[in-house]
């Protein structure tokens, strides 16, 4: 029977404003995942979104919608991030999922009949956007420890979890198998600031907390959001129900890896929830490091994530999926922080993937062209000069394996691309060029282009659980099948006469000087303010395109009158009445302004360039008109899934179009 593997991600808060950061966990246990499945292991890769608490709960208030209609816009937007990134998880779980409501209530239900919750009162202080709990003596100049904001003092009935009960075993268990935490400065991180001055109970409900997960035993009472949240390593198997053959399958998880700050829910609090479950416990928590960016934790709240520099969707959309993966999986030292900058993001791609990777697939593709009309040569007899080339190859399994049993993918690629550089040198030492004017060395030519074949496929095989798009054209252009296995990383799968396509650069070399200054050009283009809405997804600044609520007409080239259209050309366009049921200002921007605007049944969130023409209180309760078939976009960091119509006069000035006479929203406008 395969070998089983379950891994997951932290369950992700549908914040919106993604940023490069947030795609560093999901993308290495994703590369995990395709390892694993790979060595032919039964693999479970499990992430999703973590939706309840006060958080979401003011989000939705403040915007005059519920908490679903404000979360399911953000849910798809990150599925749509894991799409585009492609992580291939097996199952993404949201804690509004009904199972996993169900399993949550059962835990507590186990708990509160074992006796390990109880009922007493809480007073203490909580950090909401960290959703935690804090003791006076915990917090840093009366501030949350972890994340130095404001909190505010609490004193509620509250149901307790006997956490104190639970602290020797948790030490007991860091002594007894150092592999449960790692990296073991972790362990001490845990020890050293809670351990060590013993665990207090914790509170784990809420009253004033209406957005969460009724207690089965007393429903004014809603689950603290961590256990809520950390429970959904096990409702998604299935625990607690008749259908539980994924839990007996796949638990206890061969990983947990999470940031660093979270360390403590997953190393303390989990565990002991377990234990008191009488479950067993996972068998590793890898707490990795940062993202940064000048020192500091690369996060929208600390603005220092600008998206033209940092949204995965621009990154992919101008270097592609491979390079923003490539960079996470190789640049930072694994279990270390790492500083985010697009010039090593560039500098790293341009080296690696289109200096070293390219250029070995595109020489050899050309050579077996130019001399063997495109196929693979026959290989001769093996020289001194080739040995190390196939003794590197022949290692290269055993090295990955081991660097990514120790979840260590940046040593893995280093060891693949370790393999690159001593194949570009290969060709350097055997001067194929030289090789191909004597016809005389026409056999040792076919050898050593048979050695440079057998390197590229082996080192795309190798790649495949990093890169997702280059590895599968490289194996087909060798006319290799794209799904082969690591049991093809040994010399002699290519045959002679196998045809060999010369494939445009794989990854195109960049002028970083120039590509830096247009980003540079980008980000102060967007620093006023990008035009209104319009354009897609990946094209958030560009001008123009599909606009509605215009920038100030000195911004504006004179409208140029534009060419007769069909109706059919019309009848693209879908237009609706919609209703603005919430507004407000876009955060460091004085043009934009948030709409939620519900149309029929619908609800949705529309950015607009119309801030300096009506208050957002002005705008709640009008009717507007709504583009609602464009493709969604990002203006500063906030999603625009529509565009409302407005009237500019000659002076710039900004008009909202709204139906005459009363129309119910939804209505369809033609
Ligand atoms: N909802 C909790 C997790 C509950 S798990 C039971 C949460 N969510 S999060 O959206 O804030 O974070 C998701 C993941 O993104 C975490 O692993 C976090 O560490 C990671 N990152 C967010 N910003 C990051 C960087 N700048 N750098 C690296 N990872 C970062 O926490």
Redesign the pocket.
Known sequence: MAKKYYITT????P?GNWHI??C??TVICDALARFHKMKGEDVFFLTGT?EHGQKVEKEALKRGITPLAFIDPLVAELKDMWRLLDVGYDRFIRTTDEDHVKCVQHIYQKLYESGDIYKAEYEGYYCTPCEAFWTESQLKDGKCPDCGREVTKQREESYFFRLSKYAPRILKLYEDDPEFLQPTSRVNEMVNNFLKAGLQDLSVSRTTVKWGIPLPFDPKHTAYVWID??S?YISALGYGTEKDDLYKKYWPAELHL??K??VRFHAIIWPAILMALGEQIPKQIYGHG??LIGGE???KSKENARPELTDPYELVKRYGADAVRYYLLREIPFGSDGEYTTERFLLRINADLANDLGNLVSRTQAMIGQNFGGTVPPCGREEEADKPLRAMCGELFNKIDADMAALNAPDALSDIFALVDRANKYIDETTPWLLAKDPEKRERLGTVLYHLAEVCRMCAVALKPFLTVAPAKILKSFSCDENAGFDTLHFGVLKEGMAVEKLPPVFPRIDVKKELAEVEKLVKKSTPLPPSTGGGKGDPVSAGEGKSCPAPAEEEARPQPKPEISIDDFGKLELKVGEVIACERVEKSDKLLHETVKIGGEVRSVVSGIAKFYTPEEMVGKKVVVVTNLKPVKLRGVLSEGMILCAEDKNGNLSLVSPEKPVESGATVR
């Not at 932290?10 to 808060?13: F, K």
């Open positions: 932290p369950i992700y808060y914040s950061g947030h560093y966990t973590d949240a950390l959904n999470v940031g700050e979270i940062w993202l934790k690369l996060s």
